[in-house]
């Protein structure tokens, strides 16, 4: 590089670089002598050569003196060719503002101490696998082409606020596998195309608020096996159209989408399986979302929370929640979800739900929680219950008569019970349901024993009455007890107590047959033994009682 070859903006950068001074093209924005110019990157007295800020970069001009700190500072031009920098080092930092490229900046394999761009204008950049020991800020820019980050090292924040990303037709940002030492600023970011990070880690805070992500029938956000240390926030203002994948996340903090807006019609809108967040899970305070959510397997730390939420995918599995595991779950979204909710074999702790907004289609087989928050009568929860089609499951009774117990209702508890056996009792064949009718009946199938109690009266009475009326003899006149009829019905009716009655009277009927004993039989000594009599007996007649019918 000759520096007779050098316009007089590139001899001014040229001149700047060595002690890092700052280069403002005439009639940038920051220019004093612009005098309220408007701003023009493409005009041709802004142009830089992409050679001469490479040859900079690489040490071209070491001209400078003891204390000096080199950087190259640029506002306001415009950059031709192609900036190749791939598997270089770079010693000084990179600040450029309100500039235009050409071509995509080449930083493969590169490593350099700082870069930021701020309002730029690129057709895209291309930094994979290049280590940067500070921060990568790209902000208030405007990409026309993909934003390439996979296996990036990035030992600062990956600063993206107020960006706009635009490859439609595929990956817009990929950062398979970076590494990010800070956080990861994404505020309103503006995406069309694919945002992938699958496999990255950010060791601060992924901040998406106010963010918009468009990709209609495909991924927009896939964020598969990411690691993030603090919080990962889609909080108000944010929009995605398309499928946003979280599943295998490990997320140090928490997970908020409350106010954000997901659409993937017809399909999976938000797919979190298999997350494991430390924290808070939250899904609501204004979440709406036009496709299904699926959590299949995620573990939440303390609450999962869809309060205030908005969930439509009509004909099919709008919330997944198998296999949930969470200390805390709040299911009261702002109006019934639109579709099915699917909690089998989840876990969902201290359970808030909210009768008016239960959804018609609720599965909760295996399901279990620890206790129901909203305190509600055992009617209201066997609908609740009921509203998960298919037969007999005994399981979600089982469970809710469990979390009654746990608050000391007891009756209520025995309430689900019954309502379990009616249910399994109406899936029977025809002489077994009789057969539970008459035990339902009579004693509720034991969990209404009230029912046996008067049962036991009312037979009591009835034979009290009877017996007052047909009053049985005594077995022995002189030993037996005055007769009482009740004592005696209750002799009757309860074999485990004696109350002397029943051994002392005959009952009312056929007299008692008596038997003789072979052993107390004496025969004459003239009887020939052909039973033509009997010369005398020793207490040979015993008697036989019989109950009445």
């Given at each position: 590089m000759r520096l007779n070859e050098l316009n007089a903006h590139e001899r001014r950068l040229w001149d700047a670089y060595p002690q890092g001074r700052p280069v403002e093209a005439p009639g940038a924005p920051h220019?004093?002598?612009?005098?309220?110019?408007?701003?023009?990157?493409?005009?041709p007295d802004r142009t830089i050569r992409s050679e001469v800020v490479a040859a900079l970069l690489l040490?071209?001009?070491?001209?400078?003196?003891?204390?000096?700190?080199?950087?190259?500072r640029l506002t306001g031009a415009r950059i031709t060719g192609l900036l190749d920098l791939r598997f270089t080092e770079i010693t000084a930092p990179v600040v450029l503002t309100d500039c235009r490229f050409d071509e995509a900046p080449l930083l493969k394999g590169a490593r350099t101490r700082e870069l930021a761009m701020t309002g730029c204008t690129l057709p895209g950049l291309v930094a994979d696998t290049a280590q940067i020991d500070a921060r990568l800020t790209l902000t208030h820019c405007r990409l026309t082409?993909?934003?390439?980050?996979?296996?990036?090292?990035?030992?600062?924040?990956?600063?993206?606020?107020?960006?706009?990303?635009?490859?439609?037709?595929?990956?817009?940002?990929?950062?398979?596998h970076a590494q990010v030492g800070g956080d990861a600023?994404?505020?309103?970011?503006?995406?069309?195309?694919?945002?992938?990070?699958?496999?990255?880690?950010?060791?601060?805070?992924?901040?998406?608020?106010?963010?918009?992500?468009?990709?209609?029938?495909?991924?927009?956000?896939?964020?598969?096996?990411?690691?993030?240390?603090?919080?990962?926030?889609?909080?108000?203002?944010?929009?995605?159209?398309?499928r946003l994948i979280l599943s295998g996340a490990t997320v140090g903090a928490a997970i908020g989408f409350c106010g954000a807006r997901l659409s993937n019609t017809g399909d999976v809108a938000l797919e979190a399986v298999d997350v494991t967040v430390a924290r808070?899970?939250?899904?609501?305070?204004?979440?709406?979302?036009?496709?299904?959510?699926?959590?299949?397997?995620?573990?939440?730390?303390?609450?999962?929370?869809?309060?205030?939420?908005?969930?439509?995918?009509?004909?099919?599995?709008?919330?997944?929640?198998?296999?949930?595991?969470?200390?805390?779950?709040?299911?009261?979204?702002r109006r019934p979800v639109d579709g099915t909710v699917d909690a089998r074999n989840a876990h969902l702790g201290t359970l808030h739900d909210d009768r008016d907004t239960w959804p018609a289609d609720l599965r909760l087989t295996d399901t279990t929680y620890d206790t129901l928050a909203t305190p509600l009568s055992a009617t209201d929860r066997i609908r609740w219950i009921r509203r998960s089609p298919g037969g007999y499951l005994p399981q979600p009774y089982e469970q809710l008569a469990a979390a009654y117990r746990r608050l000391g209702h007891d009756d209520e508890a025995r309430t689900v019970l019954l309502a379990k056996q009616r249910h399994r009792r109406a899936g029977r064949h025809a002489h077994t349901r009789l057969w539970g009718h008459v035990q339902d009946a009579a004693v509720g199938y034991g969990y209404r024993p009230l029912r046996a109690g008067l049962w036991l009266l009312a037979l009591l009475a009835c034979g009290a009455l009877y017996f007052a009326l047909h009053t049985p003899d005594p077995l022995d006149p002189g030993k037996a007890p005055p007769f009482n009829a009740v004592f005696y019905t209750l002799d009757l009716l309860v074999p485990i107590i004696t109350f002397g009655q029943e051994p002392a009277f005959a009952p009312p009927g056929p007299r008692p047959v008596a038997l003789v004993h072979p052993d107390r039989v004496r025969l004459d000594p003239g009887d020939?033994?052909?039973?033509?009599?009997?010369?005398?007996?020793?207490?040979?007649?015993?008697?036989?009682?019989t109950r009445p019918s």
């Open positions: 220019d004093p002598g612009a005098s309220g110019a408007p701003h023009d990157p493409a005009a040490g071209a001009n070491d001209a400078g003196g003891p204390g000096d700190r080199p950087a190259l082409g993909p934003l390439v980050l996979s296996r990036t090292q990035i030992n600062g924040d990956l600063d993206l606020r107020h960006t706009k990303i635009t490859f439609p037709d595929g990956e817009a940002i990929s950062a398979v600023l994404c505020t309103d970011l503006a995406v069309e195309g694919t945002f992938r990070l699958s496999g990255a880690a950010v060791d601060g805070e992924f901040d998406l608020e106010g963010a918009s992500l468009h990709a209609p029938g495909r991924h927009a956000l896939d964020a598969y096996h990411v690691r993030v240390t603090e919080d990962f926030t889609c909080h108000p203002g944010f929009s995605a159209e398309g808070n899970f939250d899904l609501g305070l204004g979440l709406t979302v036009d496709g299904a959510v699926k959590l299949d397997g995620t573990r939440v730390g303390t609450e999962l929370s869809l309060r205030d939420a908005e969930l439509t995918h009509p004909g099919g599995t709008a919330l997944s929640l198998r296999a949930v595991q969470a200390r805390e779950t709040d299911l009261r979204t020939d033994g052909d039973g033509g009599g009997v010369a005398g007996t020793e207490q040979a007649v015993r008697p036989i009682r």
